[in-house]
């Protein structure tokens, strides 16, 4: 598999404005961005539009693209919650201001019995980007709900995952990587101050690898969630995630 771009989840480094952010990662080589757009991030859906599509034209300017945005909406808002649907379109607006192409949704609640039921016929609305979830909470990884999930984006096309390695590798179970991996639009190198190779991580990220080099389309970042979250860390660690990754691609080519 040939080199490809990485990019950088915007959690990574803390207290950094739009502007600061993107004239840090061009001069870091960081080729693109995951920005955080929830209210306990940038807040995307309660931003004045000008000010999107300055960002928008800052990016362009440094050869930065903002490829997508995270909420802080959970996945069973979908069910439960019809009212988030106005929240989730101002979001996925916010994300095509910005020039990226999916919003994120996390899985962060237990799936119930109840839940998991109604999930395969859960709504999810018309948008102008893709839809991400990220199964947070590690009941989305066991027993019926890996299906459930799976049902559902079946029959929503542009419904995909975000997998992150820390939660998938939690499972320690490569059946549920194998079952989720395939429907995986994004892939975040988690790391939480114990790097790449502790609990299997590096198994998911070079299981993703081998989908990569079977032609599946995954957008690769890193996630830094450890301390302390400052750009010099930050860059450290991401130039660790990046060597650890294009090794294991590496693994990946017959």
């Known amino acids: 598999m040939s080199a490809m771009p990485v990019g950088l989840y915007s959690i990574s480094v803390r207290d950094v404005g739009v502007d600061d952010l993107l004239a840090w990662a061009a001069t870091a080589r960081i080729p693109f961005l995951h920005l955080r757009g929830g209210p306990r991030g ?27 945005v995270t909420s802080d909406l959970d996945l069973a808002d979908l069910i439960n919650r019809p009212a988030a649907h106005g929240e989730l379109a101002r979001l996925a607006d916010g994300a095509v201001r910005l020039g990226a192409g999916w919003v994120r949704l996390l899985a962060r609640h237990e799936p119930t019995a109840v839940h998991l039921a109604a999930l395969p016929d859960a709504a999810v609305p018309p948008l102008p980007v893709d839809l991400l979830a990220e199964l947070h909470h590690p009941g989305w990884l066991r027993g019926d709900a890996p299906a459930a999930f799976t049902q559902l984006m079946c029959r929503n ?23 989720l991996l395939p429907w995986a639009r994004v892939l975040h190198l ?31 970042a890193v996630e830094w969630t450890g301390s302390p979250r400052t750009p010099a860390e930050c860059l450290a660690r991401y130039r660790s995630a990046l060597a650890r990754w294009r090794h294991l691609a590496q693994r990946s080519d017959p």
């Open 157 to 179: 096309d542009r419904l995909r995952l975000l997998a992150d390695t820390a939660q998938l590798a939690a499972t320690h179970d490569t059946e549920v990587w194998e079952r």
């Open 42 to 68: 940038y807040d995307i859906a309660r931003r004045d539009p000008a000010e999107l599509e300055r960002w928008r034209r800052a990016a362009e300017a440094v050869n930065v693209p903002i490829t997508g």
């Open 190 to 220: 988690s790391d939480d101050g114990a790097g790449h190779d502790q609990r299997g991580r590096a198994a998911v990220a070079l299981a993703a690898a081998s989908h990569i080099r079977g032609g599946q389309r995954i957008e690769v």
